[in-house]
Nanobody, 123 residues
Framework: QLQLVESGGGLVQPGGSLRLSCAAS????????IAWFRQVPGKEREGVSC????????YYGDFVKGRFIISRDNAKNTAYLQMNSLQPEDTAVYYC????????????????WGQGTQVTVSS
């Protein structure tokens, strides 16, 4: 079964940090671009970050402002999103996605999706 599984979400205070993981099973991430999206109820899914497979180039949404770092460990078949200086507006369900083509901010461009992990930033 081909799937992505996110983990690492939870409740954190403003200014805190979380590291999300995205583990693949049934296929190898080596030749996939990996992206993180987030979504809050009533809003469209929003691109957070993406890392390419060709040269490891990374991309971030404007709202990230240097707070997040995306990475991948192909040996572990896992991608990560380190989130620092979290704010209440970062509260959302975070999804990872894999594309055989390239990084894109359009959800339709991705072949596989995880089930999502909830991130809540609140005091």
């Amino acid at each position: 079964q081909l799937q992505l599984v996110e983990s690492g979400g939870g409740l954190v205070q403003p200014g805190g940090s979380l590291r999300l993981s995205c583990a693949a099973s049934g296929f190898t991430l080596d030749y996939y671009a990996i992206a993180w999206f987030r979504q809050v109820p009533g809003k469209e899914r929003e691109g957070v970050s993406c890392i390419s497979y060709r040269d490891g180039s990374t991309y971030y949404g404007d709202f990230v402002k240097g707070r997040f770092i995306i990475s991948r460990d192909n040996a572990k078949n896992t991608a990560y999103l380190q989130m620092n200086s979290l704010q209440p507006e970062d509260t959302a369900v975070y999804y990872c996605a894999a594309s055989q083509v390239k990084c894109s901010w359009y959800p339709a461009g991705y072949d596989y999706w995880g089930q999502g992990t909830q991130v809540t930033v609140s005091s």
